[in-house]
């Protein structure tokens, strides 16, 4: 294989597309890498069988997330063997993991990068970097709403988890530089700003010696034509105070909070180097709610964890049941080497993993359905996402995109995408509300 300083200056005429794989933090690194392609004179497009040249934005997370990463890299080198591609990049989590594995186990690709590598993608293909305008985003997300990652990487200790290993310590965006980024996309007709880094609650430390997410958000919400600033990935060990008071007050913040619990047994969390226990997870839950009135908390959980007993699993079930989150999702657990949780072994079995995750979620269905029960009759803003088979499909400030509740508005008006609307809902049922408009 060429060494990649060897490797032919390719026609800026070349067509590019650039596929992404993963987390919304992934979405956002593509759409940076895109922009900069665009401004370099590449056409982009949407579809790899009429591109020239590929880009595979990896994630490497866990075992699913890397298999269907090495499966797209595969179908991009059957294109290459048959003409229909000239040149495979890999970039992203899984090529900054592996990138000494990979290279050695498929060296058909042309050129492998870590994360964030901009600069060398761009000149891979003949480009140069445009260093003024490297925070600017070429959205790939409906024009009306725009992930931000206010951060990079993580220092939280976490036993299972990989993200340090391929994203590194924690790394605080300036502030100037997101408000800068937030009137950009304001300006090109963002509404929702959906906040996003590996640990939302710890914006600030590295930087400014203390935790100023909530700061960052008032200061977000000025940007006038923002109308909903949603948080995503906050972590609950050092959830700031001054956070709590932010969402309760500020109305342009979604009553919205996605904090990743994980486990909710003390045995299970010490192992998990959480740095939490039961009682101050509920301490924190308790006042969340009591706080924030109408407040929608999402949280996620991991099943066959190593140390996880029956015992352990059946405190989560009851808290579960208990708690009655409005939004939840379950992983099963993936062993990742080179974390302090790969000593431990994986002593579940697949089929006790997905047995423990059916089980939780059937029982969140049954909640989730309860909840929109409640909501029939009820008058709900709703912003417009999509169009679909003479329907409008929208969210409510409880749903974030992609993974929580959609609401389907009949109407035989012509509404627009990214638009707010007055709903009512009439029908329901687990994930899906049902509207007319009011």
């Known amino acids: 294989m060429l060494k990649q300083k060897e490797r032919p200056e390719m026609s800026k005429k070349e067509k590019i597309s650039v596929i992404t794989l993963g987390c919304s933090k992934n979405t956002v690194d593509s759409e940076r890498l895109m922009n900069q392609l665009k401004i370099n004179d590449f056409e982009l497009t949407d579809n790899p069988d009429n591109a020239d040249s590929v880009i595979i934005n990896t994630c490497g997370f866990i075992e699913a997330a890397k298999e269907e990463s090495i499966n797209t890299i595969l179908s991009a080198i059957e294109l290459k063997k048959k003409g229909r591609l000239k040149k495979v990049v890999v970039s992203g989590c899984l090529s900054e993991r592996y990138m000494d594995d990979l290279r050695k186990e498929i060296p058909e690709v042309d050129a492998y990068f870590g994360t964030e590598a901009y600069e060398e993608v761009v000149k891979e293909f003949g480009g140069n970097l445009k260093y003024e305008l490297l925070g600017e985003r070429l959205l790939t997300t409906p024009k009306h709403f725009a992930y931000l990652k206010i951060s990079e990487g993580c220092d939280n200790p976490c036993s299972f988890c990989a993200i340090p290993l391929m ?172 974390t302090p949780s790969y000593l431990l072994g994986d002593p579940h079995s697949e089929e006790v993993k997905e047995k423990r995750k059916n089980l939780l979620m059937e029982i969140q269905r049954d909640i989730s359905h309860r909840q929109n029960e409640k909501l029939i009759g009820k008058n709900l803003k709703v912003l417009i996402d999509a169009y679909e088979n003479g329907v409008y499909i929208g969210r409510t400030e409880s749903d974030a995109p992609e993974v929580d509740c959609e609401v389907f508005v009949e109407t035989n008006e012509k509404l627009e995408i990214g638009n707010f609307y007055d709903t009512v809902i009439y029908d329901c049922n687990e994930y899906d509300l049902f509207a007319k408009l009011a």
């Open 167 to 338: 994203r590194g310590k924690h790394k605080t965006k300036p502030m100037e530089d997101l408000i800068a980024e937030a009137e950009k996309l304001s300006s090109q007709g963002v509404k929702e700003l959906i906040l996003i880094g590996q640990d939302t609650t710890d914006y600030g430390v590295d930087l400014y010696g203390k935790r100023n997410i909530a700061e960052l958000i008032n200061k977000l919400s000025e940007i006038k034509s923002i109308e909903w600033i949603r948080l995503m990935y906050a972590y609950p060990s050092h959830f700031p105070e001054s956070l709590i008071e932010t969402i309760a007050s500020n109305p342009k913040v979604c009553k919205y909070i996605d904090i990743p619990l994980q486990h909710i047994s003390d045995n299970v969390l010490k192992s998990m180097r959480r740095g939490i226990t039961k009682r101050r997870t509920l301490e924190l839950l308790n006042k969340l709610r009591e706080s924030i009135p109408g407040l929608t908390l999402r949280t996620t959980f991991i099943t066959g964890y190593p140390a996880e007993t029956d015992a352990d699993f059946e405190e989560l079930v009851n808290f579960v049941k208990d708690f009655e989150f409005e939004r939840f999702g379950v992983f099963t657990y993936s062993i990742e080497e080179n």
